[in-house]
């Protein structure tokens, strides 16, 4: 018993002794433990986050339905041009300067004059000896004037605006020539007293009925009008009236980009007439190609077209700002039209020298053709200039000023109709060809 009081004396000592000797550790080293802390929290950047652990792999992704974000709705800004008046209108005047190209309007084909060393035959083919070349004569089309005028007027409606344009562009087009005819001497079948040379040169005609100028039967005297003409003349008119109606909205899709999509209505009346004119002046010669003689004569040929049109567009016009209130624009349009063309029509005479040796009295013969029909026509447009801008009298007024170069394409536009048989007498190609325009726009325009 007093061995075990004993140990258990023994045991409270050396569990005292440990407990002191922890208190006094914990007395010399409790200032580098505050301190360490102090530092710890005090010296932290309140705006940091605090570290996570580095992942030890990569995490999986979700599997879809992936969640819908969460976007803001908004909408472009408008960027039309805003005055102080209440008004909220413009008005625009353009000249514009335009060259019109329709494919398919040759005069003729122009035969140069060379040398035949061979003996001529009055009906029978013969063997020409150098290559026969021709060159096409064209048509000369040149630039001309014409102006545009519009009016605008901007609605409350989600900001849009509506827009409305009338052109006027006529014009006349014109192309002549004379060709040498050359010769190789005198036809040795020349009617009596007439000595008649053998043509080399001249120019063939492309317009008319080439089932005219044929035989009633296989003598000369039944020739109603020459197949080789000396002199050809063209004259062309085209009238066009375009009227425009459209509504689009102006609207930023960047800090110095911006659109303008527009759709609506557009209507076309396009008036055509061609006169060709093909004569002989000098005298009765015989043509290589035709080997037949060439009395004095004029085959005159006048075609018209009129048509109407009308059908939606669409459009989309942008702006470039660079600064100092100029900027780059680009425009483009597309429409298709449903057109009625209300007269096409062709009459030809043949006009002849009457009473020569060996020829009937023929003075005239006329020949006509005329038709109607509709179809669908496609029209598109681009333009590229520049332009200018700036608002004045406390921003009351805002005058636009701005110069571009305009292309056109009227698809199918030349319905002049061209007969090409002899045989099949109302074969013939129709439409004919595109209508181009291209040529410069100057533009005003006032907003108030």
């Known amino acids: 018993m007093l061995r075990k009081l004993l140990a258990m004396a023994e045991k409270t000592t050396y569990a005292q002794k440990g407990e002191q000797k922890m208190l006094n550790l914990l007395r010399k080293t409790a200032p580098w433990i505050v301190a360490s802390l102090a530092t710890s929290v005090f010296g932290q950047d309140g705006c940091a986050p605090a570290r996570s652990p580095k992942s030890c792999c990569c995490q999986p992704k979700p599997c879809p339905p992936w969640p819908e974000p969460n976007l803001i709705p908004a909408y472009n800004h408008s960027a039309r041009v ?21 494919e398919n309007m040759d005069v003729g084909l122009v035969l140069e004059p060379h040398s035949l060393p061979v003996t001529y035959v009055r009906v029978a083919p013969f063997t020409v000896g150098p290559t026969t070349s021709f060159s096409a004569l064209d048509m000369d089309f040149k630039f001309k004037p014409g102006f545009k005028v519009g009016a605008g007027w901007k609605m409350n409606h989600d900001m849009w605006d509506a827009h409305l344009e009338y052109t006027w562009f006529h014009c006349k087009q014109h192309r002549s020539k004379t060709a040498d005819i050359g010769s190789t001497g005198i036809a040795p079948s020349s009617p009596p007293g007439f000595p008649v040379q053998v043509n080399t040169g001249g120019i063939l005609p492309t317009w008319g009925f080439p089932f005219v100028n044929t035989y009633d039967d296989s003598t000369a005297a039944d020739q109603l009008g020459s197949l080789i003409f000396e002199s050809a003349e063209e004259k062309w008119h085209l009238n066009m009236d375009l009227l425009e109606l459209d509504v689009g909205r102006w609207c930023y899709t960047g800090c110095k980009l911006t659109f303008r999509p527009a759709f609506g209505l557009r209507a076309a009346c396009i008036r055509q007439h061609a006169n060709v004119v093909y004569s002989n002046t000098r005298g009765l010669g015989v043509s290589v190609i035709t080997q037949l003689a060439t009395p004095i004569d004029k085959n005159e040929i006048n075609a018209r077209t009129n048509s109407w049109g009308i059908g939606p567009k669409i459009a989309l016009d942008t702006n470039w700002a660079v600064g100092k209130g100029f900027r780059f624009f680009g425009d483009m349009e597309a429409d298709i039209l449903y057109t009625r063309y209300t007269k096409l029509s062709m009459s030809q005479q043949n006009t002849m020298l009457a009473g020569l ?3 009937n009295s023929i003075v005239a013969n006329p020949v006509k053709y005329k038709d109607h029909r509709g179809a669908l026509r496609t029209h598109l447009e681009l333009e590229l200039g520049l332009g200018w801008g700036t608002y004045f009298d406390c921003n009351n007024w805002y005058l636009d000023l701005s110069a571009g170069y305009e292309f056109q394409v009227f698809y199918d536009q030349n319905m002049f109709k061209h007969f090409d048989s ?7 190609s129709l439409p004919y060809g595109n209508l181009y325009i291209q040529g410069l726009n100057v533009t005003a325009r006032l907003d108030f």
């Open 82 to 102: 805003e005055t102080s008046h209440p008004w909220d209108v413009w008005g625009e005047a353009s000249f514009i300067y335009w060259q019109p190209v329709q």
């Open 422 to 428: 002899t045989l099949v007498n109302g074969s013939g």
């Open 357 to 359: 040796p060996g020829f």
